[in-house]
């Protein structure tokens, strides 16, 4: 009762205390401010800290500034998926903005070697780009860039003059709009007028998915590698559009916590990025010191955290000769908060935000010359190396599928990585390359260390603890083989450099008088082909066997998962059909075949029973607690902008209100709490026929209700040892952890859950420990690991012997309806194009098991 009375007296005393926040608080009171210059307050109708901003006002006061202000302009970058503009407010002295694109023509010269050393950098400006809020539920960091741009528009005197007669400063407010829409709504519409920061507060606990993601419930702080959303591609062709000296990455943490900044863990730290750049984040860390002990905050550096994986914000920059700095701030996800350090305002985790922005600033502005110089170094030394390396190219060809190699070379483009055609035919190790379907990336170029981060493969470390994933090899993401080149120089070897990538037109061959359809299986695209085909209403078949067609003009061997569309007893004429393979010809990019007859010279005929008719996916997806939204939003993002495919997201507490029958594919990608009668329910509709995808941790739920049997492999569990200290616990949790790595898996490419795919061997993702026993019944498990799986990234000796010979994936027979295990994640982050048909093949055949 008495800590009861306390609480409600110490709210009753913020309510009345911190109920205004008014500029002054969060600005320095020793510079002056231009009048005419709105504060935010005075532009969005509250205090900064009162509400949570949402993202409309923020971008309209950006627009506001750049519109009165000779210091600002503003640039949009990108749309996010619920078309939110993100951009960059571009602050600096007048005169540097009527100059601005002369200052950023000049400052890209220290980016190439050719003309770095002839510029002069103590004549130049720094730059500096401030990102605030990657996650949508970070929210002090948003709030605060609208005291950085009123600060620095609105500043005036000699401090201010100076900073930005020197530096040219980006503001990226909101790096995550959709995501922090969701947020603010949250927090504003539960909050109180009498502030209770009880932690149990509904308040304080979003609904899932949670404002942390962009639409697709993606983390986008993980996408600067993959570059798979238009907020993080718009933002890395910012990136290489203005080339900042130093970029700030803004976050907020648990809010029992208190204030984070880089360094982290210097044993973590990614092997390729220069040594000095760590000494300039030392440099710049005394700057962050200082500021936080002024105001009082607790703080700390050098734990926690590290930059190992270079698709995050903070480290991105620091293989492309840029500084990226960390930020973490105890998150309030709220206006008050307790906490076991105390009460946590809003304001107060704001104006951290904004203390370490003055922070960056003047150490941007102190150390200017010295990060100019650490830029034109990092790409001239960077050069050197690649002269000295014998490594001198990767070699790659994937002519079985052209979309897929298309989309890995745009990936390259966009990281300004020079791509060319092979000049020659050239066998490297016994693999021939062939010039007119081959690709060479020399490293000699620019690139140099953030190519070898893409494509080398490592499996030792100096650490077993990653803050994210241990490897990331580009073209085993995408499935394209690739070879590494090292025998003289390469200039004989290019062809075209790629300016585009070349993704296929597609072809019709055939004319309106065909007696069938066929295409193959192996282009990226065709699911998204078959499902339109399917949607028109047509019938189609996928061939269970090889044959080959000759009918005197035209012969091809045509292999598994050949889709055909017989052009007779459909509810679309023949013309209208002819029509429909043109759309999907010019949409997908597939090559579609009329055949005059549906006779073969070997091998299984049109009608023959191997040819199995499919049925039009109508596919539902339970979401809710108990399922990965991450999971959840790659499946999402697949079928919705991949392949144009509707997936119905149902929670998981509307099981047993509505009609299962009108679906015939379930996805399970989690392991939720069921009733009774809702596990009934499931279990019913399978029986009459309907097929269950369980996808990861979904095949928990099948194995804790008893639907099918799993047989986990046992942990390795913790070493026993006398020496082992309390203070090794850490590492020794994360011994047996799988953080993220690369294995090799043995396919059977007859089965039907692995049409398309031309090789025995293909690489996958695996995050998490877990390995399944493999089955006694051979065919159940069509996919398993090899003896010696372990391709690149961490796994402990003992992890990689249990894995080795597990199952990948397995088709479980349950009565009429069909249930597949996919245990491994092959649809990580949107990346693994080359595993990704693995789970369309399961929704499209895996009823015809």
Request: aromatic share 14%; glycine share 8%; charged share 25%.
């Amino acid at each position: 009762m008495k800590r009861i009375l306390l609480l409600s007296i110490i709210g009753i005393f913020y309510t009345c205390v911190f109920a205004q926040w008014p500029i002054s608080y969060y600005i320095p009171k020793h510079i002056s401010y231009d009048p005419e210059i709105p504060t935010p307050s005075e532009f969005v109708g509250h205090d900064v800290g009162e509400w949570h901003i949402t993202h409309d006002k923020l971008y309209y006061y950006m627009l506001e500034l750049a519109r009165i202000s000779g210091r600002a302009v503003w640039e949009e970058y990108a749309l996010s998926h619920e078309n939110r503009p993100l951009g960059n407010l571009i602050i600096s002295s007048a005169e540097n903005i009527k100059n601005l694109e002369q200052l950023r023509e000049e400052h890209l010269k220290l980016n190439n070697p050719s003309t770095s050393s002839s510029m002069d950098v103590s004549a130049m400006p720094v730059f500096i780009k401030l990102g605030y809020g990657v996650h949508g539920n970070e929210s002090s960091a948003q709030n605060a860039s609208m005291i950085t741009a009123y600060y620095l528009i609105a500043g005036k005197g000699e401090e201010i003059d100076s900073l930005l007669d020197n530096a040219v400063i980006l503001i990226d407010p909101c790096l995550n709009p959709d995501g922090m829409q969701r947020h603010s709504t949250w927090v504003n519409m539960h909050k109180s007028m009498n502030l209770n920061p009880d932690d149990n507060s509904r308040e304080f606990n979003e609904v899932w998915p949670g404002g942390r993601t962009n639409h697709y419930w993606f983390d986008l702080n993980r996408d600067y590698i993959m570059l798979q959303h238009p907020e993080t591609i718009g933002r890395v062709a910012s990136f290489y559009r203005w080339r900042p000296n130093i970029n700030t990455d803004h976050h907020e943490m648990g809010a029992g916590s208190t204030f984070f900044f880089q360094p982290g863990v210097k044993t973590r730290e990614n092997p390729l990025t220069p040594e000095y750049a760590y000494d300039i984040h030392y440099d710049i860390a005394r700057y962050h010191q200082k500021h936080l002990d002024k105001i009082g905050s607790l703080y700390y550096s050098e734990e926690g955290f590290d930059d190992f994986y270079l698709g995050k914000g903070s480290a991105y920059p620091d293989i492309h000769g840029s500084i990226g700095i960390l930020f973490e701030q105890a998150g309030v996800k709220g206006h008050l908060r307790e906490t076991p350090g105390g009460l946590l305002s809003f304001p107060f985790a704001i104006k951290n935000q904004f203390t370490i922005t003055l922070s960056t600033l003047e150490a941007g502005l102190s150390l200017r010359e010295k990060l100019l110089q650490h830029q034109a170094d990092f790409y001239s030394e960077a050069l050197e190396r690649a002269q000295d390396d014998p490594l001198k190219a990767y070699v790659f060809s994937e002519p079985y599928d052209l979309s897929r190699t298309a989309h890995f070379i745009e990936n390259l483009l966009r990281h300004q990585i020079k791509v060319y055609r092979l000049g020659s035919d050239i066998n490297i190790g016994g693999k021939e390359y062939k010039a007119k379907d081959s690709y060479i990336v020399p490293l000699e170029q620019p690139e140099y260390l953030f190519i070898k981060s893409m494509f080398e493969t490592i499996t030792e470390f100096k650490e077993n603890i990653f803050y994210d994933i241990s490897t990331w090899v580009l073209p085993m993401s995408f499935n394209i083989d690739y070879s590494e080149y090292r025998t003289r120089s390469v200039n004989d070897l290019l062809g075209p450099e790629i300016v585009f990538p070349p993704y296929p037109e597609g072809s019709l061959r055939g004319n309106r008088d065909a007696y069938a359809w066929l295409f193959e299986w192996n282009d990226y695209y065709t699911p998204g082909a078959l499902y339109r085909l399917l949607n028109e209403g047509l019938k189609a078949r996928v061939a269970t066997e090889r044959f080959v067609y000759d009918d005197g003009e035209f012969k091809k061997e045509f292999g598994n998962g050949t889709i055909m569309v017989p052009a007779y007893n459909q509810e679309l004429d023949r013309d209208a059909i002819y029509e429909l393979m043109k759309e999907i010809v010019g949409d997908f990019g597939v090559t579609v075949y009329g055949m005059r007859t549906g006779y073969t010279t070997e091998g299984i005929d049109f009608g023959s029973n191997s040819f199995q008719v499919l049925e039009k996916p109508k596919v539902i997806m339970f979401v809710g607690d108990g399922i990965s939204s991450r999971d959840a939003g790659e499946i999402w993002h697949m079928f919705d902008l991949r392949f144009e495919m509707p997936v119905t997201m149902t929670d998981v507490r509307e099981i047993g209100s509505l009609d299962m029958s009108e679906y015939n594919v379930l996805i399970m990608a989690g392991n939720p709490l069921l009733s009774d009668l809702q596990l009934q329910e499931v279990v019913n509709w399978n029986r009459k026929g309907g097929l269950i995808i369980a996808y990861k941790d979904g095949n928990s739920f099948l194995r804790s209700n008893e639907l099918v049997d799993i047989n986990y492999i046992p942990d390795p569990g913790f070493e026993v040892n006398d020496d082992i200290k309390y203070a090794d616990r850490y590492a020794q949790y994360s011994l047996h952890r799988i953080p993220g790595s690369i294995f090799r898996i043995r396919i059977d490419k007859t089965h039907p859950l692995f049409y398309g795919y031309k090789d025995e061997f293909i690489p996958v993702f695996k995050s998490g420990s877990a390995a399944v026993e493999k089955s006694d019944n051979l065919f159940t498990n069509p996919a398993v690991y090899t003896d010696s799986p372990l391709l690149s990234g961490y796994s402990s000796d003992e992890n990689t012997e249990r894995i080795a010979g597990s199952a990948f994936c397995t088709v479980h027979p349950s009565g009429r309806g069909n249930i597949i295990s996919i245990y491994d994640d092959t649809n990580f982050r949107a990346i693994w194009f080359g595993t990704s048909k693995i789970f369309m093949n399961a929704v499209f055949f895996g009823p015809i098991l």
